[in-house]
């Protein structure tokens, strides 16, 4: 079983499960609303795809040519063009695009020895996703634990050093975080790997079931590859998560604090509890429903950012074989790549939708 092919089981069950536990036990306005918001997704995954499909299309350049290089003849490169279908008529390739789209098989790779695109994301999509679960914990323990600490010490240092903490960070260039990083604990102090997601010679031993390292690593026992692995796996994930933690501390610290407006709070402080109680057991809960909105919406910017991040870390992921497929103008591939970050965004916000109407019953009516 190609390791992208567990991750969608992995992905998919669960939110299959999700789902018919919510039109199982949920009321009429949420199961329409759910309806909706699932009908909604199929648009928007469609749309985005075709954009790509005409922007890659219009743009200088040719992918034959990019491979072949100084080398390919005229004839060897409409030879080519034809083998892959770039001659045909501009409606028989979206058609064509329209089918892959549909039924998930990407096709051939148009460069780098036309291998199939699945096969190409099995290898890589595992590395993204390995990136940007703990890249989004650390974002969530960060900008949750620290809005929550800002607003709980309101007007004082620890709030101005963190609102200050969340203007800075988010303002800053993400390659230029991960060149500071690389320049800091791995060059000048050699604590820390810069590249790669493992040390080469450890890389050997470890056997891949998933290809996600640290499951794998796990799974078989090797301690060595899970070391190597955790190592290499620090300086992207800090430099990705932090950046993500900003927006998370902003608004965590303002509706952390309008909520400790509430009258029910003031009735709740009348009454003796005690402040962490009020703040972290009360307030907290609460201000954590636009936190849960605001969760879907990073998705996408996730995925931005691990494009840069991956560049900078010679992370053999999606992002970075992205960057590769668009500098060799490859059209089937960056297609590919596109409608999957469409998709895993579009499910991604759908189950954030469903559990927000579930903690929020306002949103379904």
Do not use: C
């Not at 609303?33 to 009908?39: A, K, P």
């Not at 098989?105 to 996703?129: Q, Y």
């Not at 009360?282 to 936190?291: C, D, G, R, S, T």
């Amino acid at each position: 079983m190609p390791p992208i092919t567990l991750l969608a089981i992995i992905i998919g069950v669960p939110s299959i499960l999700l789902l018919a536990y919510v039109f199982i036990r949920g009321t009429t306005g949420l199961r329409r609303y759910i309806l909706t918001r699932i009908v909604l997704t199929v648009p928007m995954v469609f749309i985005l795809g075709s954009l790509v499909f005409f922007i890659m299309r219009v743009l200088p350049g040719d992918p034959v040519s990019s491979a072949l290089g100084p080398k390919g003849t005229p004839e060897m490169i409409q030879q080519i063009r034809t083998q892959l279908g770039l001659n045909d008529p501009m409606i028989v390739q979206y058609g064509r695009f329209l089918g892959q789209m549909v039924t998930l098989k990407f096709g051939n790779s148009l460069v780098g020895g036309h291998r199939p695109i699945i096969d190409e994301m099995s290898e890589r999509f595992p590395a993204t996703l390995e990136l940007i679960i703990p890249a989004s914990i650390l974002a969530l323990v960060v900008g949750i634990y620290g809005g929550t600490l800002a607003a709980s010490r309101r007007k004082k240092a620890t709030d101005y050093a963190f609102r200050i903490y969340a203007v800075v960070i988010y303002s800053v260039p993400i390659f230029w975080l991960g060149l500071i990083l690389q320049l800091f604990f791995g060059v000048k102090l050699g604590w820390l790997p810069i590249s790669g997601r493992i040390d080469p010679i450890i890389g050997t031993t470890l056997q891949t079931h998933t290809n996600l390292y640290f499951i794998d690593s796990l799974i078989t026992g090797n301690w060595s590859a899970l070391g190597s692995v955790v190592l290499h796996l620090i300086l992207p994930t800090i430099t990705l998560g932090l950046i993500q933690s900003g927006l998370f501390v902003r608004i965590t610290r303002a509706n952390v604090i309008e909520t400790l407006q509430a009258d029910y709070i003031a009735a709740a402080r009348a009454r003796g509890i005690r402040e962490k109680v009020l703040i972290y057991g009360h307030a907290l809960k609460n201000a954590m429903i636009p936190v849960i909105t605001l969760i879907g919406l990073q998705v996408a910017i996730l995925l931005a950012g691990a494009v840069l991040t991956e560049t900078v870390f010679s992370w053999p992921g999606m992002g970075s074989y992205l960057v590769e497929r668009i500098s060799a103008r490859d059209y089937t591939a960056v297609q590919s790549v596109i409608t999957v970050f469409a998709m895993l965004v579009a499910l991604i916000s759908l189950a954030v939708d469903v559990i927000y109407s579930l903690v929020d019953p306002r949103v379904r009516y």
